[in-house]
Structure formats: C-alpha cells, structure tokens
C-alpha cells in the first residue's frame, strides 16, 4: 500500500493512508473489538488475507498509527497498540458507524452500539478515547515498551 501523497488536500492525505476498506478496519478491531495480535485480525469477518494484513500493519506502524511489541508472555507473538493518532480515529469511525446503520443493512446489534455511540456526541467519544489511551498507551508504557 503506498502512501505516497499526491495533493497537499486534508481529505487527500487522509484517504492516502485510510482510504481502503482494511485498514480502516484493523483499526476498528483494535477500537471495538479489543484485538492485539495478529492471528486475531485474520479471524475477523471480512476476510483479509496474511499477506494484505501484513502490509496494512506495517503502514500503520509507519506511518504513526500503532505501535507493535513484543508479547511478553509468547515469545512468538506481537501486540498491535494504537497511539494518539490511532485514538483520534474513533469519531471517523462512530460517524462511519452511524451511516452505516442508518443508510445500509446493518447488523440490528452492532448498529445500536454505533448509534447509541453517536448519540452520546463528543462527550461519549472522550470517555471511549479515554479508555482506549488506558488500554493502548498506558498499557504498553507500563510494559516499559
């Protein structure tokens, strides 16, 4: 995946990097779905491949977006972590959420968690932003990574 930037547009340089379906969704299993590892994002849903997840790990990873480090209790493993840049995707990703349920068939359980999401506004999305600093950065700094 290149991200070579072609216009100095916000939107631009934003869909360079997330404007393919799985990044943005490796970034929503790290939000909602809690996974760290690897093996994880190849049991999501969707489908993606070992090869397309590699490459899309180590865009994200170079981009700023996470950070990878060894798992301390397998020594074969590595822990996916989002860092600031990463965390300041979840409104991109309520208000896709959002559309998604109301403009799309969308799974009934999943869209009541976008819209519930959605309508606790800006506040709702500081304390979920919150927690996931906890999990993600927190977390690895205590793990002195």
Known sequence: ???????????????ELLGDRWTLLIIRDLIFAGKKHFREFLQSDEGISSRTLAERLQTLQEEGILTRSDDPSHGLKAIYRLTEAGIDLLPVLATLGAWGSKHRKADDHL???????????????????????????????????
């Open 1 to 15: 995946m290149s991200t070579r930037e072609r216009s100095g547009c916000p939107i631009n340089l934003s869909l």
């Open 111 to 145: 869209a009541r968690i976008a819209n519930e999401l959605a309508a606790g506004g800006e506040p709702a999305l500081e304390r979920m932003k919150a927690a996931l600093r906890v999990e993600h950065i927190v977390s690895q700094s205590s793990h002195g990574k």
